[in-house]
Every structure is written in structure tokens, then in C-alpha cells.
């Protein structure tokens, strides 16, 4: 499947998805038009965050929610009804994934690929982007309403810390627990989407359930969504951050806190490291300024350097009072346009709604 850059996947459109179609078949069999086509796209947002469960980049679960509207669109006037409409996408997606899937690598953050480094170690070469969960924009994944207890379920299950869990995960189970444990599908659902039967389905869903145990994460064992308490908390750690006040970010960040930076493998733990590496190589942080965004169901920002420049994406973990988790993905030229995020900092004030 071919690769969308970061502007060509926020531009998708169900005007896209009948130009998709009329570019591949030409002026042949007439194809469904208008109400066919909203009705497809209804469902993009939902299919967007399954896709990106699956697999681990928002940029794959774009391409793959692309391509499985154009499939349904070829096939759309085949489609009988016998199951529903979003039971067919999800087939169609999950065939989509399961193909992506086939011979790679599994993504991964930093910290599940090796021990944390120390301040001096070198920061070495960035691997490839393939080798990374990479962040998501909320608005792409989650549904802007909907029953309070299902988005809260869906926020969870898109944290990076999850998503890197869900990987581990063969690439059938994985399909098995989000449709069942995260979309809350029953078995039989299940079993007709991926052509299986129940016994079978039953049977991935306890392997799935323990490679997630002995991972250590699962979506319910997330910390609650931002209260006062911890908007208060993010409050003063973008005052410190911006500031570069170590006083200051010793009071914000946990004594075992972590710093990851994707493309590099480096990863830090422990407050007193941070802030060492902060005053060493992390030394042009000096000066940034955050602008906020919302990623993976956290508080998030987009970092520019004093000279205005883009500089990471900084997705926070919070928990206890404290930040536990500075996740910061450097591959600015492709995240910042996914975000709505200006090219250059143009004062407080911006927003990724302004600057789309």
C-alpha cells in the first residue's frame, strides 16, 4: 500500500474517495454517488482509531482506511445488507490490516527495545519510521460524541502504552481483543467477521488476554482522564518547560519519570536524569514554546524551538500529582501538518484550529 505523507492524509475526504475510485476504474461500471458515499464515510473516524490499534501509526491507519473505502465503494452495489454496514467496513478493514501486517516488524517505543541509557550515552542514529508507535490526534480517532463510558474505553485504549502492548499481540488476536475488548463485539460477531468460529475466537481472546497480563498494560489499568488536579499539574509544567526552570520541573515530574524521543532508541529514566540531559545535549529546548493539542487520549504539544521552528510533539503521561512520561516524536515534517500545527510558532494564542 502506498504511503500518504502527512498532508496528503489530512486531506481525505469522501470527495476523495469517488475521485480514488474514478481514477481506477475510468468511466466504466457506474458507481453508487452521494448518499452511498456519506454513508461510508460516517464511519471513517471509528474504522481511523481500529486501523491505528491494529496498526501502531496513524499515517498506516489512514492509508488503510483509504483503501478499505475505496474497496467498499467498488464494492458497494454488491453489498445486500444480509450484515450491517459497519460490520461489512470492519470485515474489509480488518482484511486491509491483516494484509499490512503480513512479514513486518511490530512497532514499538523506545523503552521495549532496550534499557534505559544514561546522560552521556550517544544519541546515535534514528532508525526508521517503521521501527515506532507513533502519536494520533484524538480528533482522528475518537468520536466527538457518543455514550460517556464507550469514550472512555476508546480514550484509554489508544494510549501509547497500550497500543505498544497490542502488538505484541499476533495479528489475529490482536483483531479478537479490540473488536471484543475495546468495541465490545460478542463472539459470534466476531467469528463471522474473520470467517472463524467461536471456539476459535474464544480461544484467541484468552492468548490475547495473557501476553497483555504479562505485558503489564491493559486499557482499564490507564489512570482517569485529566481532572482539575491534573490540569493544574500540566499548567505548571508548561510554565516550567517554557521557563526552563529545573527548579520548577523538579516539582512537576515524578522522581521515576521517563524520556523517549523516537527516531532515536535513547530513552532516559529518573527525574535527575532528565533534567541533566535538559542542561547537556537537550540544551536547545531552552527557550521553546508549547502549544497544546490533544494525542492519543493525553495532553499533548507541539514543541517549537526559540527560533521558532518545530521541534517534537510531546505526548504526557500524568499520574499521583506528578508527570510520569515525556514521549516526544521528532519527525516534525509530517507530524506537525497531521496535528494542524503551523510550520513556525506564531505567538501565543495558536491553535490547530487556527492554523488549519
Given at each position: ?199 476459535s475466537v474464544n480461544s484467541a481472546l484468552q492468548r ?51 524520556l523517549s524521543m523516537p527516531p532515536y532508541a535513547l ?27 490533544r494525542a492519543n487520549g493525553r495532553a499533548a504539544f ?55
Open positions: 500500500m502506498k504511503r500518504s505523507s502527512a498532508s496528503e492524509a489530512s486531506a481525505v475526504s469522501a470527495a476523495a474517495v469517488g475521485d480514488g475510485v474514478a481514477a481506477a476504474e475510468g468511466a466504466g461500471r457506474g458507481a453508487p454517488q452521494g448518499e452511498p458515499v456519506d454513508r461510508l464515510e460516517a464511519h471513517r473516524t471509528e474504522l481511523t482509531g481500529y486501523c491505528y490499534r491494529m496498526l501502531g501509526s496513524a499515517f498506516e491507519a489512514e492509508d488503510a482506511v483509504q483503501e478499505t473505502m475505496v474497496r467498499a465503494w467498488r464494492s458497494y452495489d454488491r453489498f445486500e445488507g444480509r450484515a450491517s454496514l459497519r460490520s461489512w467496513l470492519y470485515r474489509i478493514a480488518t482484511n486491509v490490516c491483516l494484509d499490512v501486517l503480513k512479514g513486518s516488524q511490530r512497532r514499538a517505543r523506545p523503552m521495549d527495545l532496550a534499557s534505559p541509557s544514561s546522560v552521556d550515552s550517544p544519541i546515535g542514529t534514528g532508525l526508521p519510521e517503521t521501527t515506532w508507535i507513533g502519536p494520533v490526534p484524538d480528533q482522528r480517532v475518537l468520536a466527538s460524541a457518543g455514550d460517556p463510558a464507550e469514550t472512555a474505553v476508546a480514550r484509554e485504549s489508544i494510549r501509547l502504552a497500550f497500543i505498544s502492548a497490542l502488538q505484541r499481540l499476533a495479528p489475529r488476536q490482536r483483531a479478537v481483543l479490540i473488536l471484543r475488548e475495546v468495541l465490545s463485539w460478542s463472539a459470534s460477531e466476531v467469528a463471522e467477521l474473520l470467517g472463524s468460529s467461536v471456539a490475547a488476554r495473557a501476553t497483555l497480563a504479562a505485558s503489564g498494560d491493559r486499557a482499564a489499568d490507564a489512570p482517569p482522564p485529566l481532572d482539575d488536579a491534573q490540569q493544574a499539574l500540566l499548567r505548571r509544567y508548561v510554565d516550567a518547560f517554557e521557563r526552563f526552570d529545573m527548579d520548577a520541573l523538579t516539582a512537576v515530574l515524578h522522581e521515576d519519570s521517563t530513552w532516559l529514566r529518573g527525574r535527575a536524569d532528565i533534567l541533566k540531559w535538559l542542561l547537556g545535549p537537550g540544551c536547545g529546548c531552552e527557550g521553546s514554546r508549547l502549544v497544546p493539542v507541539g514543541q517549537y524551538r526559540a527560533d521558532g521552528t518545530p521541534w517534537a510533539i510531546q505526548v504526557i503521561e500524568a499520574a499521583g500529582g506528578r508527570v510520569t512520561a515525556l514521549q516526544c516524536f521528532l519527525d516534525t515534517e509530517r507530524l506537525f501538518p497531521l496535528f494542524g500545527l503551523p510550520a513556525r510558532y506564531v505567538g501565543p494564542g495558536v491553535s490547530p484550529a487556527s492554523a488549519s
